[in-house]
C-alpha cells in the first residue's frame, strides 16, 4: 500500500518515543551504571536464490569499554524471503564468541536462533516498518544457574522509519525495544544488612528467594540513527549511531543456591558507532 503524500510526523513520533522510554528507564534506577561507548564493525555477503528469496553471511566484531577493549566476536546466517510486496520472513542462527581481556582468551559462547516477521507501510518515499524478532540464546560454558538461565528467551521489536527518495543514500531512525521472558524471579533480596522486599519493605524470612525463571520486563531501549550508501548494485555501505538504554536485574548467588548475596536494577547507557559493508550477488 502507498500513501504519495509524505509526511515528516513520523520522525516526531521516533524522537519522542525515544526520550519517553530513556526517561522511563532512569526513573526505575536504582544503580546507575557511568556512560560507555564502543563500536560495531562488520562486513557481510548477501546472495539471491530467487525473486524474494536472500541468503545472509555477516561477520562482526564488537568494541566496548570506551573503544578501548574487544568484546566480541559475532557470525550470523540467515535465510529471509519475502511472501507479499509489504511482508518479509526470516530465520537465522548467530554463533557469539564474547572475549575475556582478563586471560586474553574466548570462553562462555553462545548459540543463537531467530525467526522474525517485518511488515512495510510504504509511503511515497518514506517507508515505516515494524519488525518482530524472537530469539532463543543458549549459553555453553561454566555459568551459575541460579544467577542466569542457560537458555535465555527474548523478543525484539523494532520500528524503523527510512527515506528512500534519495538516489544513492537511504538515512533512517528507529526504535527498539527488547523484551527478556525467563529471567530468575526472586521476591526478596540481601542487601548486606536485611533482607528486602522488591517493594523496599523488611522481611524477617532469611534465606534463598528464587521463585522460578518466569521474571519478564524490559531489559533494553534501542535508538539509532544511520544512512544506508549504496554504490551500486553489487556494494553498499552502513553508518550509524546506536543508542543502547539497558535495564538489567543482577543476581549474585552462591552456585548450590543456597544463599542469596544481593539483587540489584541496574540501569546505564551505551552509545555504539557502527560501520559495516555487504557485498550482493
Same mark, same amino acid.
Given at each position: 500500500?502507498?500513501? #504519495? !503524500?509524505? &509526511?515528516? +510526523?513520523?520522525?516526531?513520533?521516533?524522537?519522542?518515543? !525515544?526520550?519517553? %522510554?530513556?526517561?522511563?528507564?532512569?526513573? *526505575?534506577?536504582?544503580? $546507575? @551504571?557511568?556512560?560507555? %561507548?564502543?563500536?560495531?564493525?562488520?562486513?557481510?555477503? @548477501? &546472495?539471491?536464490?530467487? $525473486?524474494?528469496?536472500?541468503?545472509?553471511?555477516?561477520?562482526?566484531?564488537?568494541?566496548?569499554?570506551?573503544?578501548?577493549?574487544? =568484546?566480541?566476536? *559475532?557470525?550470523?546466517?540467515?535465510i529471509q524471503y519475502k511472501v507479499h510486496n509489504n511482508i518479509k520472513l526470516g530465520l537465522g542462527y548467530a554463533f557469539i564468541a564474547p572475549y575475556s581481556p582478563s586471560n586474553s582468551t574466548f570462553k562462555n559462547m553462545r548459540h543463537r536462533l531467530m525467526?522474525? /516477521?517485518?511488515?512495510?507501510?510504504?509511503?511515497?518515499? +518514506?517507508?515505516?516498518?515494524?519488525?518482530?524478532? %524472537?530469539? +532463543?540464546?543458549?549459553?555453553?560454558?561454566?555459568?551459575?544457574?541460579? #544467577?542466569?538461565?542457560?537458555?535465555?528467551?527474548?523478543?525484539?521489536?523494532?520500528?524503523?522509519? &527510512?527515506y528512500k527518495g534519495a538516489r544513492i543514500v537511504e538515512p533512517y531512525v528507529y526504535v527498539e525495544v527488547r523484551n527478556v521472558f525467563n529471567a530468575p524471579a526472586v521476591s526478596a533480596y540481601f542487601d548486606g544488612t536485611d533482607y528486602m522486599t522488591e517493594s523496599g519493605a523488611v522481611t524477617s524470612d532469611p534465606g534463598w528467594f528464587l521463585t522460578g525463571y518466569n521474571n519478564c520486563y524490559v531489559n533494553r531501549v534501542r535508538s539509532c540513527l544511520g544512512m544506508d550508501v549504496k554504490i551500486n548494485k553489487k556494494h553498499s555501505?552502513? %553508518?550509524?549511531?546506536?543508542?543502547?538504554?539497558?535495564? =538489567? $536485574?543482577? /543476581?549474585?548467588?552462591?552456585?548450590?543456591?543456597?544463599?542469596? $548475596?544481593?539483587?540489584t536494577k541496574v540501569t546505564g547507557f551505551i552509545g555504539n558507532i557502527c560501520a559495516s559493508y555487504v557485498f550482493s550477488f
Open positions: 500500500m502507498e500513501i #504519495q !503524500s509524505a &509526511k515528516f +510526523w513520523p520522525l516526531t513520533v521516533f524522537i519522542g518515543l !525515544s526520550l519517553l %522510554f530513556s526517561t522511563s528507564l532512569r526513573a *526505575q534506577t536504582n544503580v $546507575k @551504571d557511568a556512560p560507555e %561507548f564502543g563500536a560495531r564493525i562488520s562486513l557481510g555477503l @548477501d &546472495k539471491k536464490i530467487v $525473486k524474494g528469496l536472500h541468503i545472509t553471511l555477516e561477520e562482526e566484531a564488537r568494541f566496548d569499554n570506551n573503544f578501548r577493549g574487544f =568484546d566480541r566476536l *559475532q557470525t550470523t546466517l540467515g525467526a522474525d /516477521i517485518t511488515g512495510t507501510l510504504k509511503m511515497g518515499n +518514506w517507508n515505516l516498518s515494524l519488525k518482530e524478532r %524472537f530469539q +532463543w540464546t543458549y549459553r555453553m560454558g561454566d555459568i551459575n544457574l541460579f #544467577q542466569s538461565p542457560r537458555n535465555l528467551l527474548g523478543l525484539k521489536s523494532r520500528l524503523m522509519l &527510512k555501505l552502513d %553508518f550509524a549511531f546506536l543508542a543502547d538504554y539497558t535495564r =538489567d $536485574k543482577i /543476581i549474585d548467588a552462591n552456585s548450590d543456591g543456597t544463599k542469596l $548475596k544481593s539483587y
